[in-house]
């Protein structure tokens, strides 16, 4: 099935916080993105970018010191930043689903497999149990199990990593969301693993029809999978643009250093390179583009202030002072 211009989730100007002991911390800054129907949004960024923040945030799971302090998350016209518990609830697993970043911390030990899912089922559907037990065999061989009566009855250490991150999946699709997010469902995997899953997701996507957001720290993952990439960087978006424009020829330097550092498919390489440096922690004073003091191209400016996303056509934002002026 292929996607809408119609976007089904827009994110305005998000803006979190927490509340730490030496005051406020920034995590993320001003967001903005429109999901379409039926798309795949990747989103991509090193270790504490704010990619689980900004997940979490969208279904209202951030931890009680984290703020939203501006922005709005619209679904279907509703305010979800503003929406009132109960609401938000019918909303919550139901039209938009999470996969976690850990399967085995959210599946429940002491439980089978087959009693968590017809659970999930049995708690937002009207089904007898007889129809939630066949429903959930139905969900599992979906998702790449094979004798699904068999294994309904087993426990969650009963199967690998790779099985567990598919149960995960069939629970998230359960109750048919429009939207699934998926926080970084492979990196306890292997890679033959994580590719297979990804795949998974993403026919499983485009056989319902459903929209994605895709959150993983490596590029190459969201490479097949993704129409269009966003990457983080320090909370902050650095480029946004169309998947194959952003991989054919990556504008900001932040995203050319991440593209640089993906293994080469073809070849064998011992050691990849990597971006010198780390990023900036959240409440350290703020001056300029917050990737400047690891950008090879730096100059004055880019030490004094934050550049602002510049528009550069055909869907492309770049937060970089190069693009200043080009178009
Ligand atoms: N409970 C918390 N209290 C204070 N700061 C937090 C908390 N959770 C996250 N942070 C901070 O928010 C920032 C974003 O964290 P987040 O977990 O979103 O990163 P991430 O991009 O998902 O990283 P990873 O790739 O490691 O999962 C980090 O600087 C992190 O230290
Ligand atoms: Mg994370």
Redesign the pocket.
Same mark, same amino acid.
């Given at each position: 099935m292929t996607g809408t211009d119609e976007p089904i989730l827009q994110v305005r100007d998000l803006t979190i916080e927490?509340a730490?002991e030496q005051g406020r911390?920034p995590?993320l800054h001003g967001l903005d993105y429109a999901l379409p129907k039926g798309r795949v949004l990747g989103v991509v960024? =090193?270790?504490?970018?704010?990619?689980?923040?900004?997940a979490l945030s969208l279904l209202r799971l951030l931890?009680p010191?984290?703020h939203i302090c501006r922005g709005e998350i619209c679904y279907k016209g509703k305010n979800l930043a503003l929406l009132k518990e109960k609401e938000l609830r019918k909303i919550r697993g139901h039209k938009i689903s999470m996969i976690f970043?850990d399967p085995s911390a959210s599946l429940n030990p002491v439980l089978t497999i087959g009693e968590q899912l017809t659970e999930t089922l049995l708690a937002h559907r009207k089904l007898s149990k007889e129809a939630a037990r066949s429903k959930a065999a139905r969900l599992l061989e979906k998702v790449g199990i094979s004798e699904p009566e068999k294994r309904l009855k087993e426990y969650p250490f009963q199967f690998s990593g790779g099985m567990c991150q598919r149960v995960m999946i069939a629970m998230a699709l359960a109750l048919e969301p429009d939207i699934l997010i998926a926080d =970084?469902p492979t990196t306890a995997l292997d890679v033959t693993v994580q590719a297979q899953i990804l795949q998974l997701i993403k026919q499983l996507q485009q056989e319902s029809g459903m929209s994605a957001i895709f959150i993983t720290?490596n590029l190459a993952v969201v490479a097949g999978v993704a129409d269009e990439v966003l990457v983080?960087y320090a909370?902050r978006c650095m480029e946004q643009a169309p998947a194959a424009r952003l991989f054919a020829d990556p504008q900001h330097p932040y995203t050319q250093g991440l593209l640089h550092s993906l293994a080469p498919v073809e070849k064998k390489v011992d050691r990849l390179p990597v971006i010198a440096g780390h990023p900036p922690?959240?409440g350290e004073p703020e001056g300029g583009c917050p990737f400047a003091p690891r950008c090879p191209f730096a100059f004055e400016k880019c030490r004094q202030a934050c550049p602002p996303l510049f528009e550069l056509g055909g869907g492309r934002r770049v937060r970089c002072w190069l693009q200043e002026g080009k178009k």
């Open positions: 927490f730490a911390l995590v960024g =090193e270790s504490g970018s704010g990619k689980t923040v900004h931890p010191t984290a970043q =970084e720290h983080l909370g922690v959240p």
